[in-house]
């Protein structure tokens, strides 16, 4: 079983659509965060939540900590072609933050 | 200007040969990771080394061994590699253990056959 557990695992949506991926476990993590990465490269930082409800908003993407810390969203407002890729939530975890990541989810916007 | 590379990209080799993979960051950061990511695109973290101790060991077979000679590099070793070894392995920084942002490297293809 996965500690970080994210659905969808695959999403195929046209350009335009809006989309929401979600992220959930049934620990409280300390920090989230959401990473994408693109076929071939290493995951790259979207962004950090911290505190329970945090709402952050990073152009047409808008990220969500729910209250009690343990789980996330991220919502795309009228996706685009480049956002297509995967979407990696990670929480930190322990004394030294050992991370752990989701599964991902696999989008892909059709032109 | 690579923040975090690493060597070889791709590695093609045959089982029980013995392989090293090498990574250097340029971000001047205290921590460093190696991560492995399966074909399904898990991605699961193998050891952390903070100023070249060893903070994060997980349960990995000891056929792996990671080597840090400073705080830049984070080296691993893989001694007679077997099938379920073929993997993305990705190095990553970051500023200390308890940092929230790691920068990742572009990661390293191993095939084993």
């Known amino acids: 079983t996965q500690l970080l557990e994210q659905s969808p695992q695959f999403l195929s949506i046209q350009e335009g659509e809006n989309l929401t991926v979600y992220c959930n476990s049934s620990s409280v993590f300390s920090s989230l965060q959401w990473y994408r990465q693109e076929p071939g490269e290493g995951p790259v930082l979207l962004v950090t939540?911290?505190?329970?409800?945090e709402v952050k908003k990073l152009k047409r993407l808008t990220f969500q900590f729910g209250d009690a810390r343990k789980d996330s969203s991220l919502h795309i407002t009228a996706a685009q072609p480049g956002d297509t890729g995967l979407y990696l939530c990670?929480?930190?975890?322990?004394?030294?933050?050992?991370?752990?990541f989701g599964i991902g989810t696999k989008l892909q916007v059709i032109p | 200007d690579t923040a975090v590379s690493q060597t070889p990209k791709y590695l093609v080799t045959q089982m029980g040969n013995d392989k090293s993979i090498k990574c250097e960051q340029n971000l001047g950061h205290d921590t460093m990771y190696w991560y492995k990511q399966d074909s399904k695109k898990f991605l699961k973290i193998m050891f952390s080394y903070n100023n070249k101790e060893l903070i994060i060991n997980e349960t990995v077979p000891n056929r792996f061994s990671p080597k840090s000679p400073d705080k830049a590099h984070l080296n691993l070793h893989i001694n007679s590699l077997e099938l379920g070894d073929s993997a993305v392995y990705f190095c990553?920084?970051?500023?200390?253990?308890?940092?929230?942002?790691?920068?990742f490297g572009p990661g390293t293809r191993l095939l084993v056959l």
């Open positions: 990553a920084s970051s500023q200390e253990p308890s940092a929230k942002t790691q920068y």
């Open positions: 939540v911290v505190t329970g409800g």
């Open positions: 990670a929480g930190g975890l322990g004394g030294y933050q050992k991370v752990t």
